[in-house]
């Protein structure tokens, strides 16, 4: 009798676990049309469809709290000096066959931006030659990955 409670004890609290357990992160391909609003290289936009302020990158960064801010005027003004931290709303990654000005990441493929610092959580994929809104971290990204 006693061994049944402990069982029943044990299987409602698998069962409340299970419950509360956090649903599975959305991982998301970005491969809408890109729009070189950047002049090329892998690229953060404040705005939604590669507009407003930007911030290009040259390599994968641990964590946007270290300052990283969206330092060029785009479009607009929009996010001009806002930090890159859980405010970038789409990307682009300019692709060309021959060498371009300010293209510095050559030999990348493609870039990751993710919920978490140091690479973890849901993200977003961003291949070579594309670019759109973000999906997984859309005003929501803390770390980039170039590989």
């Not at 009798?1 to 409340?16: D, E, G, H, P, Y």
């Not at 030999?107 to 759109?132: F, P």
Request: aromatic fraction near 14%.
């Amino acid at each position: 009798m006693k061994l049944r409670r402990v069982l029943t004890s044990v299987v409602t609290a698998a069962a409340l676990i299970g419950i509360a357990a956090p649903a599975a992160s959305a991982d998301t391909i970005i491969n809408a049309t890109n729009y070189d609003h950047c002049g090329g290289g892998f690229c953060l936009f404040y705005n939604s469809n590669q507009q407003g302020a930007f911030r290009q990158f040259t390599g994968s960064v641990s964590s946007f709290a270290n300052g990283s801010t969206f330092n060029v005027v785009g479009t607009t003004s929009a996010g001009y000096g806002q930090g890159v931290w859980n405010n970038a709303a789409s990307a682009s990654w300019w692709n060309t066959s021959s060498p371009c000005n300010n293209c510095t990441t050559i030999g990348y493929t493609h870039a990751r931006v993710y919920y978490n610092s140091n690479y973890m959580g849901a993200w977003d994929q961003i291949d070579k030659g594309y670019g759109g809104n973000l999906q997984s971290t859309y005003n929501d990204n803390a770390s980039l990955r170039l590989y």
